[in-house]
């Protein structure tokens, strides 16, 4: 094995360690941060920051900056995807443990096959598919429901209902996503969501009154050292990391970051955030997953150049 090709497998395994496990444990830091930030103010300042580091990088790199119409394109999947999917996310985990909220956001590959199937037919409801979205409804109602006695108390409601729009609003943008005029960079064009996107939750935040119960100097370093995190190594490192691999590996080995994060943000939330681990958790999480796995393994219809936007959406997941 040559040199270059020692550095190459060395890169994939160090991007693959970033995406699985950094993007894995963002759950917890957002579970911190959210203790002493009101969660859209929170989520503002992450993403106003990420996005315009990314833009100003790209900018010097010479990319030109979106046109007027790529930005209201922008700006409209920014509203969906983090208003409504970042934003619930933030705000849900006051009241869910953080490994639960990415088990919840793990049926995202469920809303986008039903998006498929509904909206854009390019892909057909098998019994395959029917037995996979019905096992991750099961690993749902077991996280939520009173009626099993499993161990460990049932998810909040409210927060269940929130992370359940979330992957409802994720898989919308991502239908969405294919039919909008975008930079035709996928760097300048999540720079470009992410910083609108931080523009939009400052706006949800003054609106929702968060300004005024947000006191900066009663905010321990803690919380602020999670938002460098989420900052830094979440979006600007971890997107990094998945935009070279998607350039140097197969999509489908990529995308199983999304049945990977899960598990990392259970353990991670087990050993460093003091969070349950019972039957309930354990038994949710398996059902979602093979529901997860068995749907992202399900080939489209159309051939993969029928579906821009895919890899575009699952690029943002930072």
């Known amino acids: 094995m040559g040199t270059a090709t020692r550095r190459t497998a060395w890169l994939k395994f160090t991007a693959f360690a970033i995406i699985y496990f950094v993007w894995g444990s963002t759950f917890l830091a957002i579970r911190v941060g959210v203790r002493e930030v009101p969660p859209f103010l929170l989520a503002a300042m992450r993403f106003f920051l990420a996005g315009l580091f990314i833009c100003a990088w790209m900018i010097a790199k010479g990319e030109p900056l979106p046109t007027r119409r790529q930005w209201a394109s922008a700006s409209s999947l920014a ?18 443990p953080s490994g639960i909220a990415a088990v919840m956001l793990a049926m995202i590959p469920a809303f986008i096959a039903l998006s498929e ?23 749902v109602a077991v996280l939520m429901s009173h009626s099993f006695s499993l161990g460990g108390e049932p998810i909040d409601t409210k927060g269940a209902l929130a992370l359940m729009i979330a992957s409802i609003s994720w898989s919308i943008s991502s239908v969405l996503a294919r039919k909008l005029p975008l930079p035709p960079s996928k760097v300048m064009s999540s720079g470009a969501q992410m910083l609108a996107g931080g523009v939009f939750l400052a706006v949800t935040a003054t609106a929702l009154g968060e300004l005024h119960r947000f006191e900066p100097r009663s905010v321990s370093r803690g919380a602020w050292l999670c938002l460098a995190y989420l900052i830094i190594a979440g979006s600007i490192i971890g997107y990094t990391a998945y935009v070279w691999l998607i350039h140097h590996e197969s999509p489908t080995k990529v995308a199983t970051y999304a049945y990977v994060n899960p598990v990392v943000a259970v353990l991670v939330g087990y050993f460093l955030g003091g969070e349950k681990l019972d039957l309930r958790t354990i038994l949710g999480t398996v059902f979602v997953l093979v529901s997860v796995v068995v749907i992202t393994m399900t080939p489209a219809k159309r051939a993969a150049a029928a579906h821009p936007g895919r890899e575009g959406r699952e690029v943002a997941r930072s």
Request: positive net charge; proline residues 0%; charged residues 10%.
């Open 79 to 96: 509203i969906v995807i983090f208003v409504l999917d970042y934003g619930l996310l933030f705000w849900a985990e006051q009241h869910v």
């Open 117 to 139: 199937i509904t909206f854009l037919r390019t892909q057909k409801l098998t019994l395959r598919l029917t037995l996979a979205l019905l096992t991750g409804i099961a690993g």
